[in-house]
């Protein structure tokens, strides 16, 4: 019998103030998938993640999520600047039952995967840009999620920071067969944490496959995308 997907996007439409940002978007991940969610800026690949871990609504369609033990990595850090490193993470462990001991662990654990541990006393703004992010990570993840939603997990890393990352959720999605959906730009991100590949233009999904069908596809917006050139259907209005 087939598996079902962990989640089913099914004609997602959603628009703000009056104008259409996701316009019919389509598509399924499976237990133990990676997706990498694709697109020119502000083609609506945040506002996609918001809507699945239901932060905002949608105006119509349907998300089915089959767990919802879901975590989500901001863009932006999205950290409690008056909490510190320490009490950020307890938060989202605010609902579980673990005594105080257990809730330590858990975090000296995380904070140690992200290379953080010296740092579980500070404050957000204390920290560099890219140690607020690794800190954003460790909060996604501090429940061990069934359902991973990563937006730009390694944009502004270092380079053997982010292969600490892009490793960390292929474990994760090897341990927990987490459904995972990553919005990223970063080609090394891309190129090895995802088994396919969805490129968005219009508020709509135009391509799918693998990241080396991506490469070599001769789509016409995934060729533009996948090799920045200025010249193709996307984003013609700004030349
Ligand atoms: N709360 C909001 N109110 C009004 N407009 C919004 C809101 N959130 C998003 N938008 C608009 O929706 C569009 C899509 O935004 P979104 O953040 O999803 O883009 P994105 O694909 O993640 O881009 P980027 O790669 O730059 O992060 C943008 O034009 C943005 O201005
Ligand atoms: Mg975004």
Request: glycine fraction near 8%; charged fraction near 25%; include cysteine.
């Given at each position: 019998?087939?598996?079902?997907?962990?989640?089913?996007?099914?004609?997602?439409?959603?628009?703000?103030?009056?104008?259409?940002?996701?316009?019919?978007?389509?598509?399924?991940?499976?237990?133990?998938?990676?997706?990498?969610l694709?697109?020119?800026?502000?083609?609506?690949?945040?506002?996609?993640?918001?809507?699945?871990?239901?932060?905002?609504?949608?105006?119509?369609?349907?998300?089915?999520?089959?767990?919802?033990?879901?975590?989500?990595?901001?863009?932006?850090?999205?950290?409690?600047?008056?909490?510190?490193?320490?009490?950020?993470?307890a938060?989202?462990?605010?609902?579980?039952?673990?005594s105080?001991?257990?809730?330590?662990?858990?975090?000296?654990?995380?904070?140690?995967?992200?290379?953080?541990?010296?740092?579980?006393?500070?404050?957000?703004?204390?920290?560099?840009?890219?140690?607020?992010?690794?800190?954003?990570?460790?909060?996604?993840?501090?429940?061990?999620?069934?359902?991973?939603?990563?937006?730009?997990?390694?944009?502004?890393?270092?380079?053997?920071?982010?292969?600490?990352?892009?490793?960390?959720?292929?474990?994760?999605?090897?341990?927990?067969?987490?459904?995972?959906?990553?919005?990223?730009?970063?080609?090394?991100?891309?190129?090895?944490?995802?088994?396919?590949?969805?490129?968005?233009?219009?508020?709509?999904?135009?391509?799918?496959?693998?990241?080396?069908?991506?490469?070599?596809?001769?789509?016409?917006?995934?060729?533009?995308f996948?090799?920045?050139t200025?010249?193709?259907?996307?984003?013609?209005?700004?030349?």
């Amino acid at each position: 019998m087939a598996i079902p997907p962990m989640l089913e996007i099914v004609d997602l439409w959603k628009g703000f103030n009056g104008r259409d940002v996701l316009c019919g978007l389509t598509f399924n991940v499976q237990p133990g998938e990676v997706l990498g969610l694709i697109g020119p800026s502000g083609c609506g690949k945040s506002t996609t993640l918001k809507l699945i871990c239901e932060l905002i609504m949608p105006d119509r369609g349907e998300i089915i999520r089959r767990s919802n033990e879901i975590g989500l990595v901001f863009q932006g850090s999205a950290l409690l600047n008056s909490l510190t490193v320490r009490e950020n993470l307890a938060l989202a462990l605010r609902h579980r039952r673990y005594s105080k001991a257990e809730e330590e662990e858990i975090i000296r654990n995380k904070l140690t995967l992200v290379g953080l541990i010296d740092y579980i006393d500070a404050y957000p703004t204390q920290l560099s840009g890219g140690q607020q992010k690794r800190t954003g990570f460790a909060r996604a993840i501090v429940n061990n999620p069934k359902i991973i939603l990563y937006d730009e997990p390694t944009t502004g890393l270092d380079p053997v920071m982010s292969t600490i990352i892009e490793d960390y959720m292929i474990k994760l999605k090897d341990e927990l067969k987490a459904a995972s959906i990553v919005v990223t730009h970063q080609y090394s991100t891309w190129t090895r944490t995802t088994e396919r590949v969805l490129l968005m233009h219009a508020g709509k999904s135009v391509w799918e496959g693998t990241a080396q069908e991506a490469i070599e596809s001769d789509n016409p917006y995934m060729r533009q995308f996948a090799h920045a050139t200025k010249e193709g259907p996307m984003l013609s209005g700004l030349l």
